[in-house]
């Protein structure tokens, strides 16, 4: 193992100044550190005091927005207003195009047994009873193929 010589005396004043810049510097670290973290947190109350305020304003944009959509929302779906009319000597009347008696008479539906072409069961493949109509598309073109009449005698 080695050896080492004996410690060299320093001087006293050496000694002082080192002892001096070393305390020195504790006290600057740690007022340095009190100062950083008090700015920290000065920092965060204002970083926090900033995001309510925009989440404040965002809110109420969203609000107006939705308020803004509604109206519009109404407006697409509200009916349409009465015209007025285009010459002032004629009035628009108020009164509905029919009444109610009219309206119900138009709405009831048409009951095809009471007709009497066609047959009760409302189909009419279902008529047993051939038509005129029916011997005339038969026959074809009823010039064609003349029938006797009944006024023509024979003597």
Same mark, same amino acid.
């Given at each position: 193992?080695?050896?080492?010589?004996?410690?060299? *005396?320093?001087?006293?004043?050496?000694?002082?100044?080192?002892?001096?810049?070393?305390?020195?510097?504790?006290?600057?670290? +740690?007022? @340095?550190?009190?100062?950083?973290?008090?700015?920290?947190?000065?920092?965060?109350?204002?970083?926090? /005091? /900033?995001?309510?305020?925009?989440? +404040?304003?965002?809110?109420?944009?969203?609000?107006?927005?939705?308020?803004?959509?509604?109206?519009?929302?109404?407006?697409?779906?509200?009916? %349409?207003?009465?015209?007025?009319?285009?010459? %002032?000597?004629? @009035?628009?009347?108020?009164?509905? =195009?029919?009444?109610?008696?009219?309206?119900?008479?138009?709405?009831?539906?048409?009951? =095809?047994?009471?007709?009497?072409?066609?047959? *009760?069961?409302? #189909?009419?493949?279902? #008529?047993?009873? !051939?038509?005129?109509?029916?011997?005339? /598309? @038969?026959?074809? #073109?009823?010039?064609? #193929? %003349?029938? !006797?009449?009944?006024?023509?005698?024979?003597?």
């Amino acid at each position: 193992m080695r050896e080492y010589p004996p410690p060299v *005396k320093v001087s006293p004043v050496i000694k002082f100044f080192r002892y001096t810049f070393l305390i020195s510097g504790i006290f600057y670290g +740690a007022l @340095k550190l009190q100062f950083l973290k008090t700015l920290k947190a000065s920092r965060a109350d204002d970083r926090a /005091r /900033r995001i309510a305020a925009r989440d +404040a304003r965002l809110m109420e944009e969203r609000i107006l927005a939705a308020e803004r959509d509604f109206q519009q929302i109404v407006e697409i779906f509200a009916p %349409p207003q009465r015209p007025q009319s285009p010459r %002032p000597d004629v @009035k628009v009347s108020d009164q509905p =195009l029919l009444t109610s008696m009219q309206y119900d008479v138009y709405q009831k539906p048409i009951d =095809l047994s009471i007709q009497g072409d066609l047959p *009760k069961s409302g #189909n009419p493949l279902d #008529n047993p009873e !051939p038509s005129p109509q029916d011997d005339l /598309r @038969k026959s074809g #073109n009823p010039m064609e #193929n %003349p029938e !006797p009449s009944s006024d023509t005698s024979e003597d």
